[in-house]
């Protein structure tokens, strides 16, 4: 079962409602008078002027810090010189002392704020990351056009997931493959532990056209995973722990099962990867082919997702040591931002063009979608999370590229559901 493993949750759903105290008039009318002060001479040589973002963004982050002792840090990730991004760091500490809060060292502080100042091919996009004690952290942003965009600053997160309910069934679902006429699904294929149905829509509902049973000699491990690939020479190939079965071309349908330690497909389209799974637990094995460049290996893992370079693919991993490794053919950077299990890449028109939907979990179980961007090796946020009425289970990439399928256990049901990922540009 890709399980998501509790941590610290990234974001809160609304930094507003989670404010411990209620905003202080006066620290914003401080901010509002400061900001009228420095409102002159502009620090980017095309006129951008930082001022305005940077009151967005203290702002936010007063409104979770509150007044006092804080530490803040910034780390310019963009093409922002090194003059501008200390400019701008400066700004943004004199806005929140402004405030109220005192700017103190980490072991001094009562909450610590790290700054990345990163971009997009449209955007300027900073993001605050907030921690307070052992309390969860959260996430603000504020995007701000680069000069070629005629756009005024954003406010939202720039993307939107759009959640489409596919199928759900009491029987877990181990993937869903829908087959599209002008992107409404009509077949769809669901796969299950012990068996595959297929489906097609027909009189305005979903109807059975076969159900074909899986055959294995060894029970499946506690958490079984599986996938659900289609194939040029026939319809799709079925992998699971130490199994894989293979379907006729024709309708009715067949399936051939047998034994096999073959590897998964990972990724879609050109951006492939091939992974072994243990057949006895619910996790990939490490071992890569072809391999990420020179590294033919990974630490094991749940799920990878490539994220496209200019000369080469970086490679995702969310590893069982709750770690986010990096891998780019060379190096393996390790992280711990408190991810789940769930990693999958889709290619769209928004943003950098590809984006990665991540898993996370509170401390209360509720769990949640995100995409994420990478300007460079720290992920950006880039929309706001879905939430999910119980424990994601599988995140697989669709055979276009362009969008996941997501499955989660109703924790009120117990119904397993299936849903359609998709990323809108915001407008």
């Not at 194939?231 to 099962?257: I, K, Q």
Request: glycine letters at 6%.
């Amino acid at each position: 079962m890709l399980m998501i493993r509790l941590h610290a949750v990234y974001n809160s759903r609304n930094p507003e409602m989670q404010t411990p105290f209620r905003r202080s008039r006066r620290a914003l009318s401080r901010i509002a008078l400061l900001l009228a002060l420095f409102a002159g001479a502009s620090n980017h040589a095309l006129a951008i002027d930082w001022k305005i973002p940077e009151q967005q963004l203290a702002q936010k982050i007063i409104a979770v810090t509150g007044p006092g002792a804080v530490a803040v840090q910034v780390t310019n990730r963009s093409s922002l010189t090194k003059k501008e991004s200390e400019d701008i760091g400066s700004g943004l500490k004199t806005l929140l002392t402004a405030a109220g809060v005192q700017i103190v060292n980490a072991e001094q502080s009562a909450a610590t704020v790290h700054v990345a100042l990163s971009e997009n091919l449209q955007n300027y996009v900073w993001v605050a990351e907030i921690r307070q004690g052992t309390n969860e952290s959260s996430v603000v942003l504020v995007t701000i056009p680069r000069p070629d965009s005629n756009i005024f600053t954003h406010e939202a997160a720039p993307l939107t997931i759009r959640k489409v309910p596919l199928w759900s069934q009491d029987e877990r679902i181990l993937d869903v493959v829908s087959l599209d006429v002008n992107a409404t699904p009509l077949h769809l294929i669901v796969l299950s532990p012990e068996q595959l149905g297929i489906y097609r829509f027909q009189e305005n509902r979903w109807q059975q056209d076969q159900v074909l049973s899986i055959t294995h000699s060894r029970p499946w491990p506690r958490d079984v995973r599986g996938r659900l690939i289609l194939s040029r020479d026939h319809l799709f190939d079925v992998y699971l722990p130490g199994v894989f079965c293979r379907s006729t071309a024709a309708a009715p349908l067949s399936l051939a099962c047998r034994e096999s330690d073959d590897p998964w497909p990972l990724g879609s389209g050109d951006l492939t990867q091939n992974a072994f799974f243990s057949p006895t637990r619910n996790f990939f094995t490490g071992v890569l082919v072809p391999g990420v460049g020179k590294q033919k290996t990974a630490p094991r893992f749940y799920s990878a997702a490539p994220v496209p370079r200019d000369g080469y693919t970086l490679w995702a991993f969310s590893g069982v040591d709750d770690q986010l490794h990096l891998l780019d053919g060379m190096t393996d950077l390790a992280s711990n931002l408190g991810w789940g299990s769930g990693l999958a890449s889709v290619k769209t028109s928004c943003g950098t063009g590809w984006q990665v939907l991540g898993t996370r979990a509170d401390s209360t179980g509720s769990v949640s979608i995100r995409a994420f961007e990478f300007p460079d090796r720290d992920p950006v946020p880039v929309s706001a999370p879905v939430e999910f009425s119980g424990n994601v289970t599988a995140l697989w990439a669709e055979a276009s590229g362009s969008t996941a399928i997501a499955v989660s256990q109703n924790s009120e049901t117990g119904k397993y559901e299936a849903v359609r990922l998709a990323i809108t540009c915001s407008q």
